[in-house]
């Protein structure tokens, strides 16, 4: 049922991040996200702009994560998108991040959850899911000043362009946003998924 | 019994200041003299004219302490800075010699004592006091230091600025209501 298979993802989250032996210093890595974010306010001066800046790097992250994923993982593909938002919280958020967010799903449920066939995919555009972060290893340290803070900086916007990527690769649009912040003084940091549409593998068009 | 830290920068700019006024019943005895003197004597300087007149100046902190809380104002806080800024000399002295970190009662300007916090990067944290209170005021230090450096750690603070952090300037104080 539901409830192993999230037990299992569980389990391969955290097995994957065991295997990983290349691991970073989290202060290191924290320092380095702040000073970015830092330098592209002041590069562009403009909040939102750097949102934007923030999240199409995330996009350039998310295209080429998602081999690697797929390859440490051997996962494949995912029933109906119910399954894409425990896969990226219990195993993805896990083996990069070591954060496991909690998953939120709605939207139309799909009418049928076993894979019937291994091509077809089930899920109404429209379904979204929230993860919730509990704790952020992007922001340690960081308290935003009154101008971010007004200016609407979404401070770990990254993420949101790491997610549109990495599905867009495995043929799925969607809209990926930050809902709310515990460093904006909200009550706790949430994403929200959105599926756009499933993408159809394209024919290339032959030039001859 | 009122406390003044400073924060100051390897090249002594200031970046962060506080006043804390303890609710701690200082240890010196009461004194019997200070309901005779007259309270317009008020100002930080009257601790000095009351000592060289040869008065005890255990009881004039007593009096005057609680005189310059009643008349607060500027002219009691030049004269801190005053303190504050002479006794730079002598940390930077002895910061030569000794390689701890917490240095007590470094100097003392009648009832004053300035005790000296120096951190590995150099910033000097000065704590203007009128009792004895080492251990105290050491984990105060010490928790101060632990403070800054997280918000060091923020990628929003420059480095040698003064702190605006409220979340820093709230912790020092919870910190300084507990140990002093």
Same mark, same amino acid.
């Given at each position: 049922?539901?409830?192993?298979?999230?037990?299992?993802y569980?389990?391969i989250?955290?097995?994957? =991040?065991?295997?990983?032996?290349?691991?970073?210093?989290?202060?290191?890595?924290?320092?380095?996200?702040?000073?970015?974010? #830092?330098?592209?306010?002041?590069?562009?001066?403009?909040?939102?702009?750097?949102?934007?800046?923030?999240?199409?790097?995330?996009?350039?992250?998310?295209?080429?994560?998602?081999?690697?994923f797929l390859?440490?993982s051997s996962l494949g593909r995912c029933?109906?998108?119910?399954?894409?938002?425990?896969v990226?919280?219990?195993v993805?958020?896990?083996?990069? &991040?070591?954060?496991?967010?909690? #998953?939120?799903?709605?939207?139309?449920?799909?009418?049928?959850?076993?894979?019937?066939?291994?091509?077809?995919?089930?899920? #109404?555009?429209?379904?979204?899911?929230?993860?919730?972060?509990?704790?952020?290893?992007?922001?340690?340290?960081?308290?935003?000043?009154?101008?971010?803070?007004?200016?609407?900086? =979404?401070?770990?916007?990254?993420?949101?362009?790491?997610?549109?990527?990495? &599905?867009?690769?495995?043929?799925?649009?969607?809209? #990926?946003?930050?809902?709310?912040?515990?460093?904006?003084?909200?009550?706790?940091?949430?994403?929200?998924?959105?599926?756009?549409?499933?993408?159809?593998?394209?024919?290339?068009?032959?030039?001859? | 019994?009122?406390?003044?830290?400073?924060?100051?920068?390897?090249?002594?700019?200031?970046?962060?200041?506080?006043?804390?006024?303890?609710?701690?019943?200082? %240890?010196?005895?009461?004194?019997?003299?200070?309901?005779?003197?007259?309270?317009?004597?008020?100002?930080?300087?009257?601790?000095?004219?009351?000592?060289?007149?040869?008065?005890?100046?255990?009881? %004039?902190?007593?009096?005057? %302490?609680?005189?310059?809380?009643?008349?607060?104002?500027?002219?009691?806080?030049?004269?801190?800075?005053?303190?504050?800024?002479?006794?730079?000399?002598?940390?930077?002295?002895?910061?030569?010699?000794?390689?701890?970190?917490?240095?007590?009662?470094?100097?003392?300007?009648?009832?004053?004592?300035?005790?000296?916090?120096?951190?590995?990067?150099?910033?000097?944290?000065?704590?203007?006091?009128?009792?004895?209170?080492?251990?105290?005021?050491?984990?105060?230090?010490?928790?101060?230091?632990?403070?800054?450096?997280?918000?060091?750690?923020?990628?929003?603070?420059?480095?040698?600025?003064?702190?605006?952090?409220?979340?820093?300037?709230?912790?020092?104080?919870?910190?300084?209501?507990?140990?002093?």
């Amino acid at each position: 049922m539901m409830a192993t298979t999230s037990k299992q993802y569980k389990a391969i989250g955290e097995d994957l =991040w065991k295997s990983r032996t290349d691991k970073i210093n989290s202060e290191l890595f924290a320092l380095t996200y702040g000073a970015l974010v #830092v330098q592209l306010i002041q590069d562009y001066e403009d909040y939102a702009e750097v949102n934007k800046q923030l999240e199409k790097m995330g996009y350039n992250i998310g295209t080429r994560l998602i081999e690697d994923f797929l390859a440490r993982s051997s996962l494949g593909r995912c029933s109906d998108f119910r399954e894409v938002g425990e896969v990226v919280a219990k195993v993805g958020f896990k083996s990069f &991040l070591n954060i496991t967010p909690t #998953v939120t799903h709605s939207g139309a449920p799909p009418p049928s959850s076993r894979p019937t066939s291994a091509a077809k995919q089930s899920g #109404v555009p429209g379904s979204t899911f929230i993860l919730t972060l509990d704790e952020n290893p992007l922001a340690e340290f960081v308290e935003l000043p009154d101008e971010a803070l007004e200016g609407g900086l =979404w401070f770990s916007n990254v993420l949101c362009g790491v997610l549109r990527g990495s &599905l867009e690769m495995v043929q799925m649009q969607v809209q #990926v946003e930050f809902l709310s912040d515990v460093l904006r003084g909200d009550e706790s940091t949430e994403i929200r998924v959105t599926l756009l549409k499933y993408l159809e593998e394209e024919v290339p068009v032959g030039d001859d | 019994m009122s406390h003044h830290l400073f924060l100051l920068s390897p090249s002594d700019t200031p970046i962060y200041s506080l006043t804390h006024y303890s609710t701690k019943l200082p %240890q010196s005895t009461s004194s019997s003299l200070s309901s005779n003197l007259p309270t317009w004597s008020t100002s930080a300087f009257a601790g000095t004219l009351t000592a060289l007149s040869g008065a005890s100046s255990a009881t %004039q902190s007593h009096h005057v %302490q609680g005189g310059s809380v009643r008349m607060g104002g500027g002219q009691d806080r030049h004269v801190i800075q005053m303190i504050a800024n002479a006794s730079l000399d002598v940390i930077e002295d002895v910061m030569r010699k000794e390689s701890a970190m917490y240095m007590k009662s470094v100097d003392k300007f009648n009832e004053w004592t300035v005790s000296a916090f120096i951190t590995p990067g150099n910033m000097k944290f000065i704590l203007l006091h009128e009792t004895k209170n080492d251990d105290g005021i050491r984990s105060f230090f010490h928790d101060v230091w632990e403070l800054y450096l997280k918000t060091m750690l923020n990628p929003f603070h420059t480095a040698h600025s003064p702190i605006r952090s409220i979340v820093f300037d709230t912790r020092v104080r919870a910190s300084a209501k507990k140990y002093l």
